[in-house]
């Protein structure tokens, strides 16, 4: 009998089989060789920074063994929407081997990281809820919010829990006034006093999860803080690595000189807020834009070359602006506010595939 994910999973392989056999075959490769770069992590020196934090945290656990563990157990990551946050957590998470689920000796399959999204919008009551499910544990029945913490705490116990990772944390700032949000507060402070059980946590959001920070002093004092702050002109080298890495190495594409002087990077940056995670988006459906259009009219195959006009077609078509608005078109780009809607866009097709429903850039 499948439960209800394999019973999902079953339904997705089937609708995506029949899909593919739908699709030509020019197109079912496309989609592959897309699928393929999407995949790809793109390390930089951030991740060496979440490394150390997450070394302290980690280091700060095992001592646990040998008496009391420091106080700062809880690590925030704060940056804005697109910087990167989820995938770099979830890409430490898949490979710290602190974090690899193990057979506990009797057959039962212990995860020492429970991750999950907090809800929105957000109650304690809910959050608790989303976390003892999280734990692998059905709710029937209706639960008090103190009965939903008490039995999420003893679910982490229970479940030889010693990391907790909980993404999207705004949704615990947004509307909040000072009251919930101290109780907020106090209810993360207990997740960290849990008795006998040195429980560490990873809390990341946008940045006004910091309100929610900055709003107990004891919660700073046991915390640490990594920001994913924006890309800036400075970090031009790093982010022209970037778009040659995906276009050349994951892609194997050529770049064109339009496409990689300084400029265009300032262009690049300056599209997408500086936002690292948009800006790898941005080259992907560039080289998705230039695959789709691999041959001329004659239908001969034409030379994949990712250019500044691929950059400029990709902004038009995600923010459906003007050519006169278009960042990779004019010549005082600088001067543009940059369309919020391209993050957005790009975060909304990323979801779409991920579900099923294709969609480039032609
Ligand atoms: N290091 C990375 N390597 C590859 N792709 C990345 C990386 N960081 C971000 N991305 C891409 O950017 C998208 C947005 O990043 P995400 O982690 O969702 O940002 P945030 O959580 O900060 O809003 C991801 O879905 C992914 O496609
Ligand atoms: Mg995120």
Redesign the pocket.
Same mark, same amino acid.
């Given at each position: 009998m499948f439960n209800d994910d394999d019973d999902n999973q079953q339904r997705l392989d089937n609708a995506l089989s029949r899909l593919r056999t739908s699709m030509s075959g020019q197109a079912r490769e496309r989609a592959d060789r897309i699928a393929f770069i999407?995949s790809?992590?793109? +390390?930089t020196k951030r991740d060496d920074k979440l490394n150390e934090l997450v070394d302290l945290l980690v280091g700060n656990a095992a001592g646990a063994a040998h008496g009391e563990p420091g106080k700062r157990r809880a690590l925030f990551v704060i940056?804005e /929407? +697109? /910087? +990167? =946050? /989820? %995938?770099?957590i979830r890409?430490l998470i898949a490979n710290r081997i602190e974090f690899r689920p193990y057979d506990d000796g009797s057959g039962q399959t212990i995860r020492p990281m429970l991750s999950f999204d907090a809800p929105s919008p957000l109650t304690l009551k809910l959050l608790a809820k989303v976390g003892i499910e999280a734990t692998g544990y059905p709710i029937f029945g209706r639960l008090q919010e103190n009965e939903a913490w008490d039995l999420f705490k003893q679910r982490l116990q229970g479940s030889s829990v010693l990391f907790l990772h909980i993404d999207e944390m705004q949704h615990a700032v947004k509307g909040n006034n000072p009251t919930k949000l101290q109780h907020l507060a106090d209810t993360v402070k207990s997740l960290l006093q849990i008795r006998d059980w040195p429980l560490h946590i990873i809390l990341s959001g946008v940045p006004s999860v910091i309100d929610f920070l900055d709003h107990d002093d004891q919660l700073k004092n046991r915390s640490m803080v990594m920001e @994913?702050a924006p890309q800036t002109k400075a970090a031009a080298e790093t982010v022209s690595a970037v778009v040659q890495r995906i276009v050349e190495k994951h892609a194997g594409m050529r770049l064109s000189k339009n496409a990689s002087d300084e400029e265009f990077v300032f262009r690049l940056i300056h599209a997408t807020n500086g936002a @690292? +995670? %948009?800006i790898?988006?941005v080259v992907r459906a560039a080289v998705e834009h230039v695959m789709m259009h691999a041959t001329d009219k004659d239908g001969e195959p034409v030379p994949e070359v990712v250019s500044l006009n691929s950059f400029a077609e990709v902004y038009s078509a995600f923010t459906g602006c003007v050519p006169a608005q278009n960042v990779f078109k004019v010549k005082q780009w600088d001067i543009i506010v940059p369309s919020n809607a391209l993050a957005r866009m790009l =975060?909304k097709r990323?979801w779409d595939r991920k579900v099923g429903i294709s969609g480039g850039v032609k």
């Amino acid at each position: 009998m499948f439960n209800d994910d394999d019973d999902n999973q079953q339904r997705l392989d089937n609708a995506l089989s029949r899909l593919r056999t739908s699709m030509s075959g020019q197109a079912r490769e496309r989609a592959d060789r897309i699928a393929f770069i999407n995949s790809l992590y793109i +390390g930089t020196k951030r991740d060496d920074k979440l490394n150390e934090l997450v070394d302290l945290l980690v280091g700060n656990a095992a001592g646990a063994a040998h008496g009391e563990p420091g106080k700062r157990r809880a690590l925030f990551v704060i940056g804005e /929407s +697109g /910087s +990167g =946050k /989820s %995938t770099a957590i979830r890409h430490l998470i898949a490979n710290r081997i602190e974090f690899r689920p193990y057979d506990d000796g009797s057959g039962q399959t212990i995860r020492p990281m429970l991750s999950f999204d907090a809800p929105s919008p957000l109650t304690l009551k809910l959050l608790a809820k989303v976390g003892i499910e999280a734990t692998g544990y059905p709710i029937f029945g209706r639960l008090q919010e103190n009965e939903a913490w008490d039995l999420f705490k003893q679910r982490l116990q229970g479940s030889s829990v010693l990391f907790l990772h909980i993404d999207e944390m705004q949704h615990a700032v947004k509307g909040n006034n000072p009251t919930k949000l101290q109780h907020l507060a106090d209810t993360v402070k207990s997740l960290l006093q849990i008795r006998d059980w040195p429980l560490h946590i990873i809390l990341s959001g946008v940045p006004s999860v910091i309100d929610f920070l900055d709003h107990d002093d004891q919660l700073k004092n046991r915390s640490m803080v990594m920001e @994913f702050a924006p890309q800036t002109k400075a970090a031009a080298e790093t982010v022209s690595a970037v778009v040659q890495r995906i276009v050349e190495k994951h892609a194997g594409m050529r770049l064109s000189k339009n496409a990689s002087d300084e400029e265009f990077v300032f262009r690049l940056i300056h599209a997408t807020n500086g936002a @690292f +995670g %948009t800006i790898i988006q941005v080259v992907r459906a560039a080289v998705e834009h230039v695959m789709m259009h691999a041959t001329d009219k004659d239908g001969e195959p034409v030379p994949e070359v990712v250019s500044l006009n691929s950059f400029a077609e990709v902004y038009s078509a995600f923010t459906g602006c003007v050519p006169a608005q278009n960042v990779f078109k004019v010549k005082q780009w600088d001067i543009i506010v940059p369309s919020n809607a391209l993050a957005r866009m790009l =975060k909304k097709r990323e979801w779409d595939r991920k579900v099923g429903i294709s969609g480039g850039v032609k």
